[in-house]
């Protein structure tokens, strides 16, 4: 599986030589969402490196039926899926859906355009962000998004949800790395405080 970064660069072609290294959060896909919904590049990195270890399938959907790099998971479908056979429908948020109207991108675009996923999945959590009424700004410190990340991350559990939301912040201070044939995607430890909201989750 091939990070959606490798194709980001490339843009297509494949004479492009690939750097040894880059920081992944400072990639443009994840820097231009940060500034558009003043969200932290980070936080966006990580959370997509939780969800996929930024891959995105190829505009197909995981096995629970989430697309893109961020994962953004078709709630109609894990339903329509689940009642065939005969379980609960109640197993997962849609995000999916949520994303597209917080971000005003049809659904169908997300599911194939990983920069499009990436910036629905950040006005997402930007939404949520300031529903709780946490601050806002791409230069704020990611444990302060703890409640958006773990509510964003479609996983129903509430256990579930701080488990994703643990493991992210633990992600940034440890530092993420994927190799992807010649190059090497990071993320460097972060300094990150401790979640306020972790309680409300």
Do not use: C
């Amino acid at each position: 599986r091939r990070s959606f970064l490798v194709t980001a660069l490339a843009g297509g072609t494949a004479a492009v030589a690939m750097p040894a290294a880059l920081a992944v959060d400072q990639a443009s896909v994840f820097r231009d969402a940060a500034a558009e919904f003043a969200v932290p590049a980070k936080l966006l990195a990580a959370f997509s490196y939780g969800q996929t270890r930024w891959v995105d399938h190829g505009g197909h959907p995981s096995r629970s039926l989430g697309y893109g790099p961020m994962h953004l998971i078709d709630g109609a479908a894990v339903a329509a899926q689940r009642a065939a056979e005969g379980k609960s429908p109640a197993s997962a948020v849609d995000t999916l859906s949520r994303a597209a109207a917080a971000s005003g991108i049809a659904a169908e675009t997300l599911k194939t355009d990983p920069a499009a996923n990436v910036r629905s999945a950040a006005a997402l959590i930007a939404a949520i962000q300031r529903e709780t009424g946490a601050p806002v700004g791409a230069e704020t410190d990611p444990a302060q998004w703890y409640e958006a990340a773990a509510t964003a991350s479609g996983l129903a559990e509430v256990s579930a949800q701080t488990q994703f939301a643990d493991d992210l912040l633990t992600d940034l201070r440890q530092g993420m790395t994927v190799r992807d044939g010649n190059t090497t995607f990071t993320v460097a430890p972060q300094r990150v405080g401790t979640p306020a909201g972790r309680a409300k989750v």
